[in-house]
């Protein structure tokens, strides 16, 4: 099988926690770790570690134990690393949750997972009480952060400056996070990633992806979705590099923060690379600390990353990967400037890749013969997920028995190895890099009484970016137009899963089985 062309790295068999915090020096103890990007307060590593061991000490007494669920639904601020940190070191398992989600996708996600509390902050207070109370999580058990009366904060559980407790448990089985992902097709579904998951992501993006110690990286992307969460909270804390954080992107702050504070990694998803490059107020901006903008989590056009890396004086590198691979499998690598960035590189050490044809599932990729036609992109290796939670047959569509996890994307490779997307076979859509489950929006669309039909795909908009678009077949006699259909979904969906485009059609294309031909769907204009 064609295995990465990187050497294979060492994989430590230990908890998430100790990869990142056991190896602390007594000097790296005094060194910032997170910078709170809007107010400016920083937190040391000492202070971060000292903070997490007394969240779980606090945990454990208040009778946390080994695998218990607890959701996190927090934006990119420096409590986040407790909070998340803290319940693995008490044994606990966090569930990420979206912040833009609805009170009624969060308590779905809470009671899919069986969670047993909710860590929040008071911003949030009014959904996270709505789906606690949905999900029976009492309100004891609904940690705010930041203080709200009724509730435990951060503050009064690390008072008693408890002992963390002492845990063991097999890293390559125990169970650290539950991210939802709708993979391939349907509803978002929890994605068991085991602490080994996670230890090996970092250490194979140790070497490839090359940020560097006390370099300062610009945390915006969202430490809930497994992008954020691995590169930025424990790749970069790993290596002793510095998170700015940011709580929600807005493009004037964005510029600010990445100025003011120097920042020379700039983790991003597409639609900020088209901000970047075309947004005149970036012209504003001393961007000159910028070493690297590294854009993942959707397709970046090669003259877009042209573009960011002229205006910025910097480089541009692309990663690809998924939740169920924790998420990386391919990087371009910053030490080899000669790849091109509209690809995503190589597979990083110790990942394998193969490259079938959908259909028969044999290889369309030989190695050392050339370019590959297209095929769907399979990837083995330590990163990938232990299956969906409660759900075998999932699990089984994804990950087949020899280990290999169908990605659902459409990948060539060359012959020196450099791996390409050039299409998605699943129905998932990214809008801004986040996912979209079309199965949720034609449920929504479906509620509507005046709806007897609906289909949801992704299309392009004018920057080359992917937008849902439905497609809506009405009652006989209901007259219903685009506005209207829009403005049904959006109170229903998190902002980021509205429909932005509807067409109407006399009748869904559907296969004998009943399946809708999204194929057939993308091209109708
Ligand atoms: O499950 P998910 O939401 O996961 C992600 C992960 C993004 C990452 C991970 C590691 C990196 O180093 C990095 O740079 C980015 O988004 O969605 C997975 C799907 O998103 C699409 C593709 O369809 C995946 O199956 N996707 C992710 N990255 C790319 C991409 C990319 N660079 N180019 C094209 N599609």
Redesign the pocket.
């Known amino acids: 099988m064609p295995a990465s062309l990187l050497p294979d790295v060492r994989i430590p068999a230990v908890s998430i926690y100790e990869s990142v915090f056991g190896g602390l020096s007594a000097d790296e103890l005094g060194a910032v770790a997170i910078i709170d990007g809007v107010s400016g307060a920083e937190t040391t590593f000492g202070q971060l570690r000292g903070q997490i061991d007394a969240l779980a000490g606090a945990l454990a007494a208040r009778g946390v134990i080994l695998g218990e669920i607890i959701g996190l639904l927090c934006p990119n601020v420096p409590v986040f690393a407790t909070a998340f940190h803290g319940i693995l070191r008490a044994g606990g398992v966090v569930t990420t949750i979206n912040s833009l989600y609805t009170a009624e996708e969060i308590e779905r996600q809470l009671k899919d997972s069986g969670a047993s509390w909710l860590f929040t902050v008071s911003p949030f207070l009014a959904t996270a009480e709505a789906a606690a109370a949905g999900a029976g999580i009492p309100p004891d058990h609904v940690v705010v952060l930041d203080g709200a009366e009724g509730h435990p904060s951060l503050r009064e559980l690390l008072g008693a400056g408890e002992q963390p407790p002492e845990l063991s448990f097999d890293p390559a089985t125990q169970i650290a996070v539950l991210p939802y992902?709708s993979g391939t097709t349907g509803r978002p579904k929890g994605v068991m990633l085991t602490h080994t998951n996670l230890v090996a992501n970092v250490a194979q993006?140790i070497g490839a992806?090359g940020v560097e110690r006390g370099e300062r990286v610009l945390a915006v992307l969202p430490f809930f979705?497994?992008?954020g969460l691995?590169?930025l909270l424990n790749y970069a804390l790993t290596l002793r590099a510095v998170l700015v954080t940011m709580p929600r992107f807005d493009l004037p702050e964005f510029l600010r923060i990445t100025s003011e504070h120097r920042c020379n990694w700039l983790?991003i998803a597409p639609p900020i690379a088209v901000a970047l490059a075309k947004h005149p107020i970036v012209d504003n901006y001393d961007l000159s600390s910028v070493k690297v903008v590294?854009?993942?989590?959707?397709?970046?056009a090669g003259a877009l990353a042209e573009a960011v890396a002229q205006r910025l004086g910097c480089t541009v590198a692309?990663?690809?990967?998924?939740?169920?691979a924790s998420?990386?499998t391919h990087?371009i690598p910053n030490a080899r400037p000669d790849i091109d960035r509209a690809s995503?590189g190589l597979a990083l050490p110790n990942t394998e890749s193969r490259i079938v044809d959908p259909e028969t599932g044999i290889d369309v990729a030989v190695p050392d013969a050339g370019p590959s036609l297209p095929g769907e992109l399979l990837v083995r290796g330590p990163q990938v997920m232990a299956g969906y939670l409660g759900n075998a047959e999932a699990t089984a569509e994804t990950l087949d028995a020899d280990g290999w996890l169908h990605?659902?994307?459409l990948a060539t490779v060359d012959a020196d190895g450099i791996y390409r997307?050039v299409d998605?076979l699943?129905e998932?859509i990214?809008y801004k890099?986040?996912?979209v489950a079309p199965a949720v929006l034609e449920a929504v669309l479906l509620e509507h009484p005046g709806i007897a039909d609906a289909a949801v795909i992704g299309v392009s908009d004018e920057d080359g970016q992917e937008i849902p678009r439905a497609y809506v077949v009405l009652q006989p006699g209901a007259s219903l137009g685009e506005e209207e259909v829009v403005g049904f979904v959006a109170g229903r969906v998190a902002p980021h899963e509205k429909v932005r485009q509807v067409r109407f059609l006399a009748a869904i294309p559907k296969s004998s089985a009943g399946k809708i031909l999204r194929r057939e769907l993308r091209e109708h204009p």
Not at 294 to 300: I, N, V
Not at 318 to 324: A, L
Request: net charge positive; no cysteine.
């Open positions: 992902s993006g992806i979705h497994i992008y691995t590169v983790f590294f854009s993942g989590a959707a397709p970046l692309q990663g690809y990967g998924m939740t169920e998420p990386a990087v995503v990605t659902g994307d997307i998605r699943k998932l990214k890099g986040y996912q």
